[in-house]
């Protein structure tokens, strides 16, 4: 079975540009979340989507959208671009319990994200 | 505000002897944890998870130990190969309560020495 995919491998922008990220998640996994992680730390968490629905965010700006597909696929969009955006984006998949929460997360390779 | 924390950057183990990881967190809501592992270039690999009901969970040469009342967690990797050298991360959640996000450390590069 595929894993989580996501596209593209590497991006470079400028900053002010926007940027798309995209990620399939693992076949009937219906929750999606967004990471991003910088160099040196941990997972960053951004998002989360369930059933289309914004279930999470986490401490991030405006400047960070996404959404989610009836296929269950995920966008992350980031506006404006700044220097310390540059980063790896993991987005991943995760089966989702009766009362919400979420089980085990599996990750895509990420996008890496550079801004200059 | 760092709720998880791994305190040792880096790890030295030589093969075949056990290679022990420790997480502290801070916030006693926390009842799932997990740690993954993560090599250059790719998104973390999912290796182990425990529920706050356990102490201790088993799978081949991994075992993690959750000791609640001192909000430490370890990961035991028994016998270490050099395919483990890694960087791993421990991460945290709030699972019971239906939220929805993991808390991540900053992560322990381990290396495993032929």
């Known amino acids: 079975d595929a894993g989580v995919t996501q596209s593209p491998t590497h991006l470079i922008k400028t900053r002010g540009q926007h940027v798309t990220l995209r990620c399939s998640p693992i076949?009937?996994?219906?929750?999606v979340s967004w990471y991003q992680q910088v160099l040196g730390q941990g997972p960053q968490f951004i998002f989360q989507?369930?059933?289309?629905?914004?279930?999470g965010r986490g401490n991030f700006p405006d400047r960070f959208s996404a959404r989610q597909f009836p296929n269950y696929s995920s966008e992350l969009n980031v506006n404006a671009l700044l220097l310390g955006d540059s980063a790896l984006y993991l987005c991943?998949?995760?089966?989702?319990?009766?009362?919400?929460?979420?089980?085990?997360?599996?990750f895509g390779p990420g996008t890496r994200l550079t801004v200059t | 505000d760092q709720q998880v924390k791994q305190n040792s950057p880096s790890l030295s183990v030589q093969e075949g002897r056990i290679s022990i990881l420790n997480c502290d967190y801070t916030?006693?809501?926390?009842?799932?944890f997990l740690w993954y592992k993560k090599y250059p270039a790719e998104g973390p690999t999912f290796l182990i998870s425990?529920?706050?009901?356990?102490d201790k969970n088993e799978d081949g040469r991994f075992t993690v130990f959750l000791n609640k009342s001192a909000k430490h967690l370890s990961l035991h990797i028994v016998p270490s190969q050099p395919g483990d050298s890694a960087v791993y991360f421990c991460?945290?959640?709030?699972?019971?309560?239906?939220?929805?996000?993991?808390?991540f450390g900053t992560g322990t590069r381990l290396k495993v020495l032929a």
């Open positions: 425990i529920s706050s009901i356990k």
């Open positions: 916030n006693s809501m926390f009842d799932y």
């Open positions: 076949s009937g996994h219906k929750s």
């Open positions: 991943a998949s995760s089966l989702v319990s009766r009362r919400g929460g979420i089980y085990e997360q599996y």
């Open positions: 991460a945290a959640s709030a699972g019971a309560s239906g939220t929805y996000k993991y808390i």
């Open positions: 989507y369930y059933e289309k629905e914004e279930r």
